[in-house]
């Protein structure tokens, strides 16, 4: 059986993010979705994904903020991320 890669994305706004599982779901991935920073730290902690897909503008934590808390534990810190914006 091939691997199913975890792909962790994070974002708040709930169109964004279904934009993102449907455009990914026939693919060999396994979604996890998260609406704040505070959700997307504590499932990439018990998921451990492959990738984030992560917001930069968020109302409780932005994805940079996001980010740095993740390159602090050392089960997170080597996690690849990509920075989503949906800002012009």
Known sequence: MEKKYK???V???PINLKLLSRALINTNYEIHTASSGTEALKLA???RPD???LDVMMPDMDGYEVCKK???HEQTAFIPVIFLSAKN
Do not use: F, K, P, R
Request: hydrophobic fraction near 55%; avoid cysteine.
């Open 7 to 9: 792909i962790l994305a």
């Open 11 to 13: 974002d708040d706004n």
């Open 45 to 47: 902690n018990s998921v």
């Open 51 to 53: 990738i984030i897909l």
């Open 70 to 72: 993740l390159q602090e």
